[in-house]
């Protein structure tokens, strides 16, 4: 059984940053990839940014030069550095694993408001 949790969200400014973490339980390299995802109110779900099990990665073009997603295997964990943030960036956060099945994570608020 995967379990994934995220923390990491907050309250933040515009123009400020948030780095998520999302700690699986076991050993990461076994993911093909792993992504964020977030979903905002009244909005579908959509992905974020993806890496994969050999540090390609892929951002939405949203988030493109502001967000980095990075993967520390021995801590078994996944990162999501977001910088300048904008109130457009506020949503519930969600960690992804891909390997044969999804595995998803409960979801973390980040919420961007002066």
């Known amino acids: 059984q995967v379990q994934l949790v995220e923390s990491g969200g907050g309250l933040v400014q515009p123009g400020g940053s948030l780095r998520l973490s999302c700690a699986a339980s076991?050993?990461?390299?076994?993911?093909?990839?792993m992504d964020w995802f977030r979903q905002a109110p009244g909005k579908e779900r959509e992905l974020v940014a993806t890496?994969?099990?050999?540090?390609?990665?892929n951002y939405a073009s949203s988030v493109k030069g502001r967000f980095t997603i990075s993967r520390d295997n021995a801590k078994n964990t996944v990162y999501l550095q977001m910088n300048s943030l904008k109130r457009e960036d506020t949503a519930v956060y969600y960690c992804?694993?891909?390997?044969?099945?999804?595995?998803w994570g409960q979801g973390t608020q980040v919420t961007v408001s002066s």
């Open positions: 890496i994969t099990s050999r540090d390609s990665t």
């Open positions: 076991g050993s990461i390299s076994r993911f093909n990839s």
């Open positions: 992804r694993a891909v390997a044969g099945d999804y595995y």
